[in-house]
């Protein structure tokens, strides 16, 4: 597909992107200069990549479903009411049966730029996702299917990330695949490299981590894990663009047509840098479906990335496109 015309191509679908996987809590420290194990305050908000980007393209007026399963408890029913609150559509948001929990997530900022996190995945409601809970009707409708690489760490939600893939093949769904990879959810990188390689070959768009993409390429000699081999691999497939994201340092975009696209970047002082991944793809995406312009595009993910980082929080940082534009224009001026 050209992804220049994705706006005008699907112009007939009634939603702008459905994301599949994680819906957990974070529990953000509310004190700073101060590890964990002193650490006595948080505060509750939603988070788990996928949801985390449904968060970000909802509060940039994007139509935004969300497809997964949340536990039949408190913390299930605070993420449910939290996405309908915010407008994103909840039909294919599954409660699972009673006996799952809800992932948690504990962040600490032992200083400004020193942040680390501590997540709890044992027995978690959205791992337990299954095809059945998969809706063609919906990812007919939708333009952009996110996919996240957690959800493929354990079945049935591997089969159920799978079942959508071919949703969206059949009805022509862009799809974005996110490849958010926590080690520690998976058997073995050879696990992981495999089931990545699968998804990734079905896939319009793959983002991630230099990091990330070792652990999709972790069969491949580190000699074969440049940017520039790895996305020549991929662009070899089904994927019409590349986007290799190095931090501060910004990111790369290679097209199918052989350009690479040189991203934005806005340094900022951190706070912390959980969230900036997922915020980036939010105003990445936004940009997509706007049909802005590629480069443009990466600016506004930056821009996003940017405002997230220097805030303690990450679905409730995630800004409108009224902030991300007023950013980007102080920051030129600076």
Same mark, same amino acid.
Request: glycine share 8%; hydrophobic share 40%.
């Given at each position: 597909m050209d992804v220049n015309k994705l706006k005008e191509n699907y112009e007939y679908k009634s939603i702008d992107i459905i994301t599949l996987g994680r819906a957990c809590i974070d529990l953000n420290a509310n004190e700073i200069n101060r590890p964990m194990e002193e650490t006595m305050s948080f505060t509750k908000t939603v988070g788990g990549s996928p949801a985390n980007i449904a968060v970000a393209c909802r509060k940039l007026g994007l139509c935004t479903a969300f497809l997964g399963r949340v536990s039949d408890d408190q913390h299930g029913r605070y993420i449910r009411g939290y996405f309908e609150q915010l407008g994103i559509i909840t039909e294919t948001l599954v409660t699972d049966n009673p006996g799952s929990s809800t992932g948690l997530a504990f962040t600490e900022i032992k200083a400004p730029g020193n942040a680390g996190y501590l997540m709890y995945r044992s027995n978690v409601a959205d791992l337990n996702l299954c095809?059945?809970?998969?809706?063609?009707?919906?990812?007919?409708?939708?333009?952009?299917?996110?996919?996240?690489?957690?959800?493929?760490?354990?079945?049935?939600?591997?089969?159920?990330?799978?079942?959508?893939? !071919?949703?969206?093949?059949?009805?022509?769904?862009?799809? !974005? #695949?996110?490849?958010?990879?926590?080690? #520690?959810?998976?058997s073995s990188p050879e696990e992981t490299s495999i089931y990545y390689s699968l998804a990734a070959e079905k896939s319009d768009?793959?983002?991630?981590?230099?990091?990330?993409?070792?652990?999709?390429?972790?069969?491949?000699?580190?000699?074969?894990?440049?940017?520039?081999?790895?996305?020549?691999?991929?662009?070899?497939?089904?994927?019409?663009?590349?986007?290799?994201?190095?931090?501060?340092?910004?990111?790369?975009? =290679?097209?199918?047509?052989?350009?690479?696209?040189?991203?934005?970047?806005?340094?900022?002082?951190?706070?912390?840098?959980?969230?900036?991944?997922?915020?980036?793809?939010?105003?990445?995406? =936004?940009?997509?479906?706007?049909?802005?312009?590629? =480069?443009?595009?990466?600016?506004?993910?930056?821009?996003?990335?940017?405002?997230?980082?220097?805030?303690?929080?990450?679905?409730?940082?995630?800004?409108?496109?009224?902030?991300?534009?007023?950013?980007?224009?102080? =920051?030129?001026?600076?």
């Open positions: 095809p059945a809970d998969v809706s063609e009707e919906q990812i007919r409708k939708s333009k952009i299917l996110l996919i996240s690489g957690t959800a493929l760490s354990r079945s049935p939600s591997r089969e159920a990330v799978f079942t959508a893939l !071919a949703f969206a093949r059949k009805h022509h769904t862009f799809i !974005a #695949f996110d490849l958010d990879f926590r080690p #520690f959810t998976w768009l793959i983002m991630g981590t230099r990091e990330e993409f070792d652990a999709l390429e972790a069969n491949l000699e580190q000699s074969e894990r440049e940017d520039i081999k790895t996305a020549s691999r991929w662009l070899s497939f089904q994927p019409s663009m590349i986007l290799i994201k190095h931090g501060k340092a910004g990111s790369q975009l =290679y097209l199918e047509t052989g350009e690479i696209i040189e991203g934005a970047v806005f340094p900022v002082t951190p706070l912390k840098t959980m969230g900036a991944g997922d915020s980036f793809a939010g105003g990445f995406l =936004y940009g997509l479906l706007q049909g802005t312009g590629l =480069y443009e595009a990466t600016e506004l993910g930056a821009g996003a990335a940017a405002i997230v980082v220097t805030k303690n929080s990450c679905s409730e940082a995630m800004p409108t496109l009224q902030e991300i534009e007023d950013f980007i224009r102080s =920051y030129k001026d600076r």
